[in-house]
């Protein structure tokens, strides 16, 4: 800002500097006000909660680590960690198969808009109804997925109904829109490709992988990096589809560490709030490691930008 | 462009290519097609096994069942009552805290920002237990107020990333301009600022309309019954009551997609800005 006038305006109430600096202050205050009351409190209070011993009525009483503790001996707590894991790894594949989808769909010919939408709709319809497609899908005597394997094995499998494949059948479900949201934020990002760089990189004789890794890819991390972010928060998540799939079963199979919080603090099981906290603990922690590492990249890009 | 324009291959690779569109189209919607197809198959053709084969007539009356025998148009009902309000507050909230943090330089800047962009990632349950508390405290649970209000303040973390990139990215010389010539902070945002906001809004109401139209996590912890539940709820526990009535459980999930898709196919360029504008700048 120059430095502006030497004769101070002697009707302002107050210093315009001052005024400034309270200004952010005040367009903050709703919002931030909510944020605070609806999330970052409520996140240290599931902290408190989780050392105590209590059903959501009747009075809290403090159990120090007993909760923790109690986590390190449960059968379930490693089938949900586990289930995580499996989720997070096989959840990436979203990314390179959104890439493929929208490689495939990066073209100008009639009617590509429509298609790049139809594309897309995985992504804009609830998990619940996605949920509900799959398990239609796969139904044991009438499922679609169930038939084709029929014919093609002569004989077929339930697969929500058996304990090793079920992670697998809701991660595919999962996967469906996830590689929909993938998909158009690389057409999005292929529209910002030089095409400069790729003529001349076309000129020295690149092309299909080597094209692809070396120049269009470094082009494309943006994308790329929007893309983990989402994927990774996606499946870490993953709460609607097995919920509304299995319930987390059979016999407690397809848990993941959201749906057992959940059921441990809230459903028929019974109401541990403080063990449902402590589970919800550590999957904020599990999360936190990825949120901080992508809060650290954005952090260096703000700072760059200065 | 990557890959290589089509046009520049041979007719051969041109007629493939424009087959393999639709074809591919079709596997990759496979399972919902199958869906529309059940939602309109009378309960006869099920009966008698005919699953996959074609209709034997449209039984658009599905449709009306649903209606008739559940209270599905409570539910629709619901959803925007949630729905609406809360794009109108969180897209509200965070233009205040958007220009806040795009225009001001202050100390805590940076560490707000990162906070709203961290909470907007947490996980749910974590926030689950005191939130639940809180809206029963405030007399809130089970009622729609107490779900906006909820989906208002977790949004609010989304916009406000969005919003601050959005309005980071405008001329600042016009906000300088604007302070020479003595107008007040408050009119710079109202009639300077605001006026171009306009695709950020438009972007950002139909993205948050999906979302909130989509959860299914927060309305099962803060609300119960078909006085309060939104659809992707009320689709549920009609899913319970409706063992093995597949035409019925496919039509009441085709109507609670509609209105999302919809808006997309409405708002369809808003939609996509919105995917990629709050975090790519």
Not at chain 1, 194 to 221: N, S
Not at chain 1, 266 to 275: K, Q
Not at chain 2, 258 to 278: D, N
Request: charged share 10%; aromatic share 14%; proline share 5%.
């Amino acid at each position: 800002m120059p430095e502006a006038p030497a004769i101070p305006a002697t009707h302002a109430p107050r210093p315009r500097r001052s005024r400034r600096a309270l200004a952010p202050w005040l367009f903050l205050a709703p919002g931030l006000a909510m944020f605070l009351i609806y999330v970052i409190i409520p996140i240290f209070q599931s902290m408190w909660v989780s050392f105590y011993d209590w059903d959501g009525l009747s009075d809290a009483t403090w159990v120090g680590m007993a909760n923790y503790v109690e986590l390190m001996d449960d059968e379930a707590f490693y089938v949900s960690l586990k289930n995580n894991v499996i989720w997070l790894v096989l959840y990436m594949l979203a990314v390179p198969a959104g890439l493929m989808i929208a490689l495939f769909l990066n073209q100008t010919v009639r009617g590509i808009r429509i298609y790049k939408s139809l594309f897309f709709f995985p992504f804009v319809i609830s998990q619940v109804v996605v949920g509900l497609i799959f398990s239609w899908f796969y139904a044991p005597d009438f499922g679609l997925l169930y038939k084709l394997i029929e014919g093609l094995t002569g004989q077929s499998v339930a697969i929500l109904a058996d304990e090793r494949l079920v992670t697998y059948g809701i991660i595919a479900a999962g996967l469906w829109p996830q590689i929909a949201y993938c998909m158009i934020l690389y057409l999005t990002g292929l529209n910002a490709v030089a095409p400069d760089q790729i003529e001349a990189a076309r000129l020295d004789g690149a092309k299909g992988w080597k094209m692809l890794w070396y120049v269009v890819l470094p082009q494309l991390r943006p994308a790329t990096f929007i893309a983990i972010v989402v994927t990774v928060i996606g499946a870490l998540r993953s709460f609607d589809l097995v919920s509304i799939m299995t319930s987390g079963g059979p016999f407690g199979s397809s848990r993941v560490l959201s749906y057992y919080m959940y059921e441990q603090a809230l459903s028929e099981y019974g109401y541990r709030m403080g063990y449902g906290a402590a589970i919800a603990v550590v999957l904020f922690g599990i999360m936190m490691i990825f949120i901080s590492g992508f809060i650290w990249k954005m952090w260096r890009d703000e700072k760059g930008v200065r | 462009m990557f890959p290589r324009p089509i046009q520049t291959l041979s007719p051969a690779s041109q007629r493939l290519y424009k087959i393999a569109l639709p074809v591919m189209l079709i596997l990759w919607l496979l399972p919902l097609l199958g869906v529309a197809m059940t939602s309109v198959r009378p309960s006869s053709d099920l009966a008698s096994g005919n699953y996959f084969g074609i209709p034997s007539r449209l039984a658009f009356e599905n449709y009306l069942t649903v209606f008739r025998n559940t209270e599905l148009e409570k539910y629709l009902l619901n959803s925007f009552k949630v729905t609406i309000p809360t794009v109108i507050g969180a897209v509200a909230l965070s233009c205040l805290t958007g220009f806040a943090l795009a225009i001001y330089k202050f100390k805590a800047n940076l560490i707000l920002f990162f906070m709203f962009v961290a909470g907007n990632f947490v996980p749910f349950q974590i926030l689950m237990v005191p939130v639940r508390d809180l809206t029963v405290n405030m007399g809130l649970y089970n009622s729609i107020t107490g779900l906006a209000l909820f989906h208002i303040a977790f949004q609010t973390g989304f916009c406000t990333l969005f919003m601050r990139n959005f309005i980071k990215a405008l001329p600042f010389e016009l906000i300088e301009a604007a302070r020479v010539e003595g107008v007040s902070e408050w009119q710079i945002f109202r009639h300077v600022v605001m006026p171009l906001m306009r695709p950020a809004i438009a972007a950002l109401s139909v993205l948050i309309f999906t979302f909130i139209w989509n959860d299914y996590f927060w309305a099962t912890v803060l609300t119960t019954g078909a006085d309060t539940q939104p659809i992707t709820a009320g689709l549920n526990s009609l899913n319970g009551q409706w063992i093995a009535a597949w035409h019925l459980v496919s039509a009441g999930s085709i109507l609670a997609a509609l209105p999302p898709v919809l808006m997309f196919f409405m708002m369809q360029r808003h939609f996509i800005a919105g995917l990629t504008l709050g975090a790519v700048k």
